[in-house]
């Protein structure tokens, strides 16, 4: 077996290579391999100075995650650190690639950092739940001062090499060998008879005051929005002020608090399930030669819309050749329109050079026939949601394409098995359900039929991988995953309860606070409340809702009253503003409607709100597990916190019914059922297992992939 630390003597220096792929975490073996050769370098008088570095492409991505919930044995990192500033010979960090979270801590314990220019470095904890608790909070400060620590932190985000010298977190930047460079900067030391500079021996340079710490949690407001590890971290942060010794040890006592909170529990759980979601029989396992899927180089879109034009920039993002397909000119024109401001604001916003933007652009071509697509490696269809027209166009595709290519459409809410019986070759057909912006969306729902190859499948996944995007598989059936359980569940008690007596401003809101991104009617107007009517038309040429059903919507459609494109739609829109303003004749509107349907409107509280819309939502959640569309509980939270806006610091609807606990949440769900009538009617999944004590995440122990 292979050694996670390898050691070598180079002269003078004692050279110590972590070697533990893929990103080289700080794991058990490891912290044994660095105390055994810091041991033996000890022991050998030659050795006059010691470096450590990698064996990888990474310095070290962080602690090994997956020790945090067992014991870790020793030493700990801590020791490690320890025995690294007490060494009587200087101790030296090459960083290369990414020292995150427990490799910055592990580095910050040297006495010296080289770092190459191209390196990133961070303390991502904050993403988990967690504090830095190996250090992180007592060592950073002394090196780059508390208030530049506590922004640091609180961001998650890497910072460069060269922010990372000017700030004093590391003592050289280089270009080119870094392990050269590093072995010379040792050399160096050592014929100048430098010795070790123990971190732990400095003293914070500031300290931090209220409106320091004002400032940053403003600046970090939005990421942090609903999120309580902020108040530890500033609380850690404030015992670096304390001798070493002491703060250390709060630092230890708030780590282990941060690792048993809900909040971290929650965050690593959608953590794990992201990591997780792509491992299904007959996808992720085909790595044999005999199904080996082709190379994907070059991609074709089919539709010049929105969400045409913005699958084209996803790909050009990953390097992707893209041809956009469209019969109309004029949509070709708006399309080039929207791949230009896209990268515009892009460049405006510093996420890309103006070169780059050039290079994506150039990758994005536009044709007018589906004949010059036929060389496409892919092709994805992305024309309007209407079953005939889809059909159409996947079996002209069907006819144009080699029989190994895979087809995908990127509907959201018809029938995938539908839709690939027009083509003579249904197991290259899938989903590729891509969300608004679908270059900027996390999400991708991979919707699988019964006919779908484990070839397409697999191609599928590399797709997803290429784009960056976290994938979870569905299977057929309305709405797949996310849809269903927002127009039978979330949005559908939202317009209830509009009926009943709330005013869409009062469910919002309720439901903003309560963590959601952004509440369900200003996400109607966002993304055009006739998106929802026209799905919903298709849904009842094969299936039916009792009324009322989305009645306030369909009206708003047929009044034109679109949502942000329009000006108007559940609220108004003045003057091109994103900002929603009430509007007494959608509150009119929203009377009449109850009226006619005999609903008695009262005032409700946004407790009840929450928690019809909640209960809803995990409900239809648990009867998309019950009939197999999704595999996993830990799947349907992947895709509320990836692709609808739900809480990650509440790990997802599944993962927080779990926390309230089953038996309560079918009390709630009975209640509404008694009140509201049968399309509550509590999932039998839920009801198996609250009547056993079980929970979601334990299904998922024991129920297998389908």
Request: proline share 4%.
């Amino acid at each position: 077996m292979a050694r996670a630390v390898t050691f070598d003597e180079r002269g003078p220096v004692g050279l110590m290579g972590i070697d533990n792929p893929p990103v080289n975490a700080i794991s058990h073996s490891v912290r044994c391999g660095l105390h055994d050769a810091m041991a033996q370098a000890a022991k050998n008088p030659r050795i006059k100075a010691l470096l450590i570095t990698s064996d990888g492409k990474q310095f070290s991505a962080g602690a090994d995650i997956t020790e945090f919930d067992r014991p870790q044995g020793e030493p700990s990192l801590q020791q490690v650190q320890t025995a690294i500033e007490f060494s009587s010979i200087p101790i030296v960090a090459a960083i290369g690639g990414l020292a995150l979270g427990g490799g910055l801590e592990l580095a910050m314990a040297c006495h010296y950092r080289v770092a190459h220019k191209d390196a990133k470095l961070g303390m991502p904890e904050i993403t988990l739940g967690i504090i830095p608790g190996a250090g992180g909070t007592q060592r950073l400060p002394r090196l780059i001062g508390a208030g530049a620590a506590l922004n640091m932190i609180l961001s998650g985000t890497p910072i460069s090499a060269l922010e990372a010298k000017d700030k004093g977190l590391v003592d050289d930047v280089v270009e080119g060998d870094l392990r050269h460079a590093a072995l010379s900067f040792c050399e160096r030391l050592v014929q100048e008879g430098r010795g070790p500079r123990p971190t732990c021996n400095r003293s914070v340079s500031d300290s931090l005051d209220e409106a320091e710490i004002a400032s940053a949690l403003l600046a970090h407001a939005r990421a942090l929005k609903g999120r309580s590890t902020q108040q530890l971290v500033i609380e850690a942060i404030k015992a670096s002020r304390l001798p070493f010794a002491q703060g250390i040890a709060i630092e230890a006592s708030i780590a282990q608090k941060s690792l048993a909170s809900r909040e971290s529990l929650a965050l690593r759980h959608v953590f794990f399930a992201e990591r997780e979601s792509g491992k299904l029989s007959g996808a992720s396992t085909i790595h044999n030669k005999r199904t080996q899927t082709p190379a994907i180089q070059r991609v074709a879109v089919i539709g010049a819309g929105t969400m045409g034009s913005g699958i084209a920039v996803a790909f050009a993002d990953a390097a992707l050749d893209v041809m956009i397909n469209d019969n109309d000119p004029a949509s070709l024109t708006r399309s080039r329109e929207v791949v230009s401001s896209t990268y515009a604001s892009s460049v405006r916003r510093g996420r890309i050079a103006q070169s780059v933007a050039d290079e994506r652009i150039r990758r994005i071509r536009h044709a007018h026939t589906l004949a010059e697509v036929a060389d496409a490696d892919l092709v994805i269809e992305a024309v309007f949601e209407d079953v005939e027209t889809k059909k159409d166009v996947l079996t002209r595709l069907d006819s144009a394409l080699p029989a190994e290519r895979v087809i995908a459409t990127n509907t959201s809410t018809l029938s995938v098995t539908e839709l690939a019986r027009a083509t003579a070759h249904p197991e290259r057909v899938l989903g590729l359900h891509f969300f608004v912006p679908a270059h900027a969306s996390r999400l991708l729902e991979i919707v699988r039929t019964e006919h779908t190859s484990p070839e397409s499948l697999a191609t599928a996944f590399r797709i997803a991988k290429l784009l960056k995007k976290v994938a979870v598989v569905s299977r057929d059936a309305f709405g797949f995953i996310g849809n269903r359980m927002m127009l039978d569940g979330y949005f559908r008690e939202a317009e209830q309860l509009l009926l009943e007596g709330a005013t869409p401003a009062q469910v919002d809101t309720a439901l903003e606070n309560f963590g959601f991104a952004m509440g369900p009617q200003r996400v109607s107007d966002l993304g055009g409340n006739d998106v929802g009517t026209k799905a919903r038309a298709q849904l009842f040429k094969r299936d039916s809702r009792p009324d009322p059903y989305f009645v306030i919507a369909d009206r708003l459609t047929e009044m034109g009253r679109l949502g942000q494109k329009t000006g108007r739609g559940f609220y108004t829109y003045e003057n091109g503003s994103r900002e929603a303003v009430s509007d007494p004749e959608v509150h009119n509107l929203i009377e009449k409607l109850a009226s006619d349907r005999g609903i008695r409107r009262r005032e409700i509280n946004d407790e009840e709100i929450i928690e019809r819309c909640i209960l809803s939502l995990v409900n239809v959640g648990a009867m998309v597990l019950e009939e197999g569309t999704a595999a996993r509980a830990a799947d349907v939270d992947v895709v509320w916190t990836s692709g609808y806006g739900f809480p990650r610091h509440l790990g997802g609807p599944m993962f927080y019914a779990d926390t309230l606990g089953l038996s309560h949440v079918l009390e709630g769900i009975r209640h509404y059922h008694e009140k509201l009538g049968h399309y509550w009617r509590p999932a039998r999944l839920i009801e198996r297992l609250a009547s056993s004590g079980s929970s979601f995440e334990a299904w998922d122990r024991t129920s297998a992939s389908p």
